[in-house]
């Protein structure tokens, strides 16, 4: 019965889209304020698109391989990047990873263990994290 | 031959069907809901700790998966031991054995620390840890299993469910043996390290599986006005009997083993004497009710379905006290890192470690128990699982009684 | 139902069998790449231990405590990790905190001798947390130190069953003070990491670092492999014993005066 296919064709296609739209308006779209003018260690359509393969091979290196002083670094990006107000990237939508992860949608894992604030670290004989 | 005119049906569900069906969602929402309180505040609500780190999701999940290898016990005697009288009671045997499979492991992942993290469980294995291969053995059980249910079912295949059933007989010990090395393999905790504990789970999943069938099949006919002769409930009650005596004389040996080592007085003193709520469920729970009473109950002569019955959920009740006692009893008993010292630290080093059971976790374990009946149930309905009439003209008709 | 073969039987056998072979040459394109990045990875590991870059297996990191030394009532080396770790008692029980590093208060039941020692995770050569764990994230790294990476842990606490030390904990709630060199998080195990973010650095562990600082110097890090190290000086002259060496696992960690 191809007029029967069509029609529950339809109907599964109008009950997937239209939760597709139900978000829309309600999140606010993202936004990058740069704390630290400067660099990145790659140019941001580049960061976009490979940050998170960036993080997930770098993240077996170090803690692995034992490879310290990489480029890529969790807790370089966060001296970067938290938000001066306050000193996180986590808080707000307006801080820097929570505001496009929010956004799309997509649950940040890393934080469950890593510490999102800036300046906390133990040790004082280290400058950690510096880029 | 009497087994071609046997019938098997779909039951009704009128009488109390729904009722029960929405008792069991009940039950499963009092396990969601304790799962997600766990999950979103983390382990801190529970009994559990760094002492006693398996608790009663562990107890009620573990006797679930070994009743679960030992309730396709019914079916493996007709496809794998050729005793044919045994084949109309097959279907629900299988079934069953999926059902509580499926409640156990539920609850055993859902109180995973990380149980967002089922995907990296599925895909990055050690291979020299037990978890890791049981990934693949009780995959692979649903899928023989079910294979062996299909063609149990599908009456055209059904020349193919002999080879099934010997499979899934053959997977289903390996997997109960790996069950029982998760912890025959911990070498630290004097409770453990012993080889006899595989085949002790195997021998244990022969009671509990075939106790919980007995009463699964019992209501299941009750229920839809089935009726369930003397001779098949004598022949299951036998091998129920054998199985729970065969449980008795392992732990028999295994506790006569550890007595037998000097260095394991402690733990043995432990939890054959004075270890509190452990060793009143091991005399009480385990022995006395899990094997002394079902073994009188079976084998004393005029043995009635009542009886029968009692001994099966005297059987589950044991079952359940073994399980606290092996995985709570062995974690009490503290690590011997320093022999002849007596050992104080902040972390609890040297000491009896006690364990107080959260509602929250315990929902966790009962929810297992309502994911197991509702397939159960609802499969009754669904799938033509039991046979119309197991009385004992229909089974056997040449028989004299 | 006839048994002769309709030209259109004959092409769905031809299109099932190419589907067939697509699908498994797709499959196995699919896994290559990564095979091949696995072997990458792999070769580009041995190149750079050898430049010193990465951990190496030239080394073996260990720690000798001498127990004469090690005072009755004393905690640096407790306050130092929990300092260094960022490792705060728990909301909950006292039994659900997490605890890297205990004073173990030890006498001898029959002489009334009285032994005070620091235990912690034993690093040892052959783990059982390493066996047990079904993801792969308790490992041992190349230089000896055992960790738990967390991007895999399950937190199925099997590792906890089979250390024979009591040296995992299990974080039992969500943590919001961690020392961003030491990630840390709820549903995950942890253990003593013997400082592997200190050791990477040239440091000591912040235990033996405190303990030296103190009056005891009870406790001494190094490399067990380097001959010319005090550790293996020391071994290789004074009587040490590993705890439960009957196990045969070969920790890391040596007491004296036991």
């Given at each position: 019965?191809?007029?029967?296919?069509?029609?529950?064709?339809?109907?599964?296609?109008a009950?997937?889209?239209?939760?597709?739209?139900?978000?829309?308006?309600?999140?606010?779209?993202?936004?990058?304020?740069?704390?630290?003018?400067?660099?990145?260690?790659?140019?941001?359509?580049?960061?976009?698109?490979?940050?998170?393969?960036?993080?997930?091979?770098?993240?077996?290196?170090?803690?692995?391989?034992?490879?310290?002083?990489?480029?890529?670094?969790?807790?370089?990006?966060?001296?970067?990047?938290?938000?001066?107000?306050?000193?996180?990237?986590?808080?707000?939508n307006?801080?820097?990873?929570?505001?496009?992860?929010?956004?799309?949608?997509?649950?940040?894992?890393?934080?469950?263990?890593?510490?999102?604030?800036?300046?906390?670290l133990?040790?004082?004989?280290?400058?950690?994290?510096?880029? | 031959?009497?087994?071609?005119?046997?019938?098997?049906?779909?039951?009704?569900?009128?009488?109390?069907?729904?009722?029960?069906?929405?008792?069991?969602?009940?039950?499963?929402?009092?396990?969601?809901y304790?799962?997600?309180?766990?999950?979103?505040?983390?382990?801190?609500?529970?009994?559990?700790?760094n002492?006693?780190v398996?608790?009663?999701?562990?107890?009620?999940?573990?006797?679930?998966?070994?009743?679960a290898?030992g309730?396709?016990?019914?079916?493996?005697?007709?496809?794998?031991?050729?005793?044919?009288?045994?084949?109309?009671?097959?279907?629900?045997?299988?079934?069953?054995?999926?059902?509580?499979?499926?409640?156990?492991?539920?609850?055993?992942?859902?109180?995973?620390?990380?149980?967002d993290?089922?995907?990296?469980?599925?895909?990055?294995?050690?291979?020299?840890s037990?978890?890791?291969?049981?990934?693949?053995?009780y995959?692979?059980?649903?899928?023989?299993?079910?294979?062996?249910?299909?063609?149990?079912?599908?009456?055209?295949?059904?020349?193919?469910?002999?080879?099934?059933?010997?499979?899934?007989?053959?997977?289903?010990?390996?997997?109960?043996?790996?069950?029982?090395?998760?912890?025959?393999?911990?070498?630290?905790?004097?409770?453990?390290?012993?080889?006899?504990?595989?085949?002790?789970?195997?021998?244990l999943?022969?009671?509990?599986?075939?106790?919980?069938?007995?009463?699964?099949?019992?209501?299941?006919?009750?229920?839809?006005?089935?009726?369930?002769?003397?001779?098949?409930?004598?022949?299951l009650?036998?091998?129920?009997?054998?199985?729970?005596?065969?449980?008795?004389?392992?732990?028999?040996?295994?506790?006569?083993?550890?007595l037998?080592?000097?260095?394991?007085?402690?733990?043995?003193?432990?939890?054959?004497?004075?270890?509190?709520?452990?060793?009143?469920?091991?005399?009480?729970?385990?022995?006395?009710?899990g094997?002394?009473?079902?073994?009188?109950?079976?084998?004393?002569?005029?043995?009635?379905?009542g009886?029968?019955?009692?001994?099966?959920?005297?059987?589950?009740?044991?079952?359940?006290?073994?399980?606290?006692?092996?995985?709570?009893?062995?974690?009490?008993?503290?690590?011997?890192?320093?022999?002849?010292?007596?050992?104080?630290?902040?972390?609890?080093?040297?000491?009896?470690?006690?364990?107080?059971?959260?509602l929250?976790?315990?929902?966790?374990?009962?929810?297992?128990?309502?994911?197991?009946?509702?397939?159960?149930?609802?499969?009754?309905?669904?799938?033509?699982?039991?046979?119309?009439?197991?009385?004992?003209?229909?089974?056997?008709?040449?028989?004299?009684? | 139902?006839?048994?002769?073969?309709?030209?259109?039987?004959?092409?769905?056998?031809?299109?099932?069998?190419?589907?067939?072979?697509?699908?498994?040459?797709?499959?196995?394109?699919?896994?290559?790449?990564?095979?091949?990045l696995?072997?990458?990875?792999?070769?580009?590991?041995?190149?750079?231990?050898?430049?010193?870059q990465?951990?190496?297996?030239?080394?073996?990191?260990?720690?000798?405590?001498d127990?004469?030394?090690?005072?009755?009532?004393?905690?640096?080396?407790?306050?130092?990790?929990?300092?260094?770790?960022?490792?705060?008692?728990?909301?909950?029980?006292?039994g659900?905190?997490?605890?890297?590093?205990?004073?173990?208060e030890?006498?001898?039941?029959?002489?009334?001798?009285?032994?005070?020692?620091?235990?912690?995770?034993?690093?040892?050569a052959?783990?059982?947390?390493?066996?047990?764990?079904?993801?792969?994230?308790?490992?041992?790294?190349?230089?000896g130190?055992?960790?738990?990476?967390?991007?895999?842990?399950?937190?199925?606490?099997y590792c906890?069953?089979?250390?024979?030390?009591?040296?995992?904990?299990?974080?039992?709630?969500p943590?919001?003070?961690?020392?961003?060199?030491v990630?840390?998080?709820?549903?995950?195990?942890?253990s003593?990491?013997?400082?592997v973010?200190?050791?990477?650095?040239?440091?000591?562990?912040?235990?033996?670092?405190?303990?030296?600082?103190?009056?005891?110097?009870?406790?001494?890090?190094?490399?067990?492999n380097?001959?010319?190290?005090?550790?293996?000086?020391?071994?290789?002259?004074?009587?040490?014993?590993q705890?439960r060496?009957?196990?045969?696992?070969?920790?890391?960690?040596?007491?004296?005066g036991?």
């Amino acid at each position: 019965m191809p007029r029967r296919l069509l029609q529950l064709l339809l109907l599964l296609l109008a009950a997937v889209a239209l939760p597709v739209h139900a978000g829309e308006g309600h999140v606010p779209k993202p936004v990058l304020t740069i704390e630290h003018p400067g660099q990145c260690i790659a140019p941001p359509e580049v960061m976009r698109r490979t940050h998170m393969d960036m993080l997930k091979h770098q993240r077996d290196k170090t803690l692995r391989l034992g490879e310290r002083g990489a480029k890529i670094s969790l807790n370089g990006c966060i001296e970067c990047h938290a938000s001066r107000k306050t000193g996180s990237v986590l808080g707000s939508n307006e801080n820097f990873c929570q505001s496009c992860h929010a956004y799309v949608a997509v649950k940040l894992d890393c934080f469950e263990c890593h510490q999102p604030k800036t300046g906390m670290l133990k040790s004082a004989a280290t400058a950690g994290g510096q880029p | 031959m009497a087994n071609t005119a046997i019938t098997f049906r779909a039951i009704d569900g009128k009488g109390g069907f729904y009722g029960l069906l929405a008792a069991c969602g009940a039950l499963l929402l009092l396990g969601a809901y304790g799962y997600f309180q766990m999950e979103h505040h983390g382990h801190i609500i529970t009994g559990m700790d760094n002492q006693i780190v398996w608790g009663m999701p562990h107890v009620i999940a573990l006797f679930l998966i070994v009743a679960a290898s030992g309730a396709l016990n019914v079916a493996s005697t007709a496809s794998v031991f050729g005793k044919s009288i045994y084949k109309p009671l097959a279907p629900l045997s299988a079934l069953l054995s999926l059902a509580l499979m499926g409640g156990g492991l539920a609850v055993l992942m859902l109180d995973l620390g990380r149980s967002d993290r089922m995907i990296v469980a599925a895909t990055h294995f050690n291979f020299k840890s037990m978890f890791a291969l049981n990934v693949f053995l009780y995959t692979g059980f649903f899928t023989i299993v079910g294979a062996y249910l299909w063609l149990m079912l599908e009456r055209r295949m059904n020349r193919w469910s002999q080879a099934a059933g010997v499979a899934a007989f053959i997977w289903r010990l390996t997997l109960t043996t790996g069950t029982g090395s998760v912890f025959g393999f911990l070498v630290a905790r004097e409770a453990y390290q012993s080889a006899l504990l595989a085949p002790m789970f195997i021998v244990l999943s022969f009671a509990y599986g075939t106790a919980l069938y007995l009463l699964t099949l019992a209501a299941a006919c009750a229920a839809d006005g089935r009726p369930l002769g003397d001779i098949i409930l004598n022949k299951l009650k036998n091998l129920l009997a054998t199985f729970v005596a065969a449980s008795l004389y392992f732990v028999t040996v295994f506790h006569l083993t550890n007595l037998y080592f000097t260095r394991n007085h402690g733990v043995e003193q432990f939890i054959l004497l004075d270890g509190g709520i452990i060793t009143g469920l091991f005399w009480l729970g385990q022995i006395a009710i899990g094997y002394v009473l079902p073994l009188v109950l079976l084998l004393a002569p005029g043995a009635t379905l009542g009886r029968i019955l009692t001994a099966c959920v005297a059987i589950v009740i044991g079952g359940l006290s073994q399980m606290y006692v092996t995985i709570i009893g062995g974690q009490a008993w503290p690590l011997d890192l320093f022999p002849g010292y007596a050992a104080k630290s902040s972390f609890f080093d040297g000491e009896i470690h006690s364990y107080a059971p959260s509602l929250v976790e315990t929902f966790l374990g009962l929810g297992g128990f309502a994911i197991a009946a509702i397939i159960v149930i609802i499969a009754l309905k669904v799938l033509r699982l039991l046979p119309e009439k197991l009385d004992n003209a229909t089974l056997d008709p040449h028989h004299s009684k | 139902m006839s048994e002769q073969q309709t030209p259109d039987a004959g092409r769905r056998d031809f299109l099932g069998a190419t589907a067939a072979a697509t699908a498994a040459g797709l499959g196995f394109v699919a896994l290559a790449p990564g095979m091949q990045l696995i072997k990458f990875a792999e070769a580009n590991a041995s190149t750079n231990a050898a430049t010193g870059q990465f951990a190496s297996s030239k080394v073996r990191w260990g720690m000798l405590i001498d127990t004469t030394r090690c005072a009755t009532g004393c905690t640096d080396c407790v306050t130092a990790c929990a300092t260094e770790n960022a490792i705060q008692p728990g909301s909950g029980r006292p039994g659900q905190s997490s605890q890297w590093i205990r004073k173990i208060e030890l006498k001898e039941q029959k002489t009334g001798r009285e032994i005070s020692l620091p235990m912690m995770c034993q690093h040892c050569a052959e783990p059982p947390c390493v066996d047990v764990c079904p993801t792969g994230a308790s490992f041992k790294r190349a230089d000896g130190i055992v960790l738990v990476d967390r991007h895999s842990c399950i937190g199925c606490r099997y590792c906890m069953m089979a250390c024979p030390y009591k040296a995992r904990s299990f974080v039992h709630e969500p943590l919001t003070q961690q020392n961003p060199e030491v990630p840390r998080g709820k549903g995950c195990v942890e253990s003593c990491t013997l400082c592997v973010h200190r050791v990477d650095k040239g440091e000591q562990p912040a235990c033996v670092e405190a303990c030296s600082k103190g009056e005891h110097t009870a406790m001494l890090f190094g490399d067990l492999n380097n001959p010319d190290s005090e550790i293996a000086k020391r071994i290789a002259t004074t009587a040490t014993s590993q705890v439960r060496a009957d196990l045969r696992l070969d920790p890391g960690v040596r007491f004296q005066g036991i």
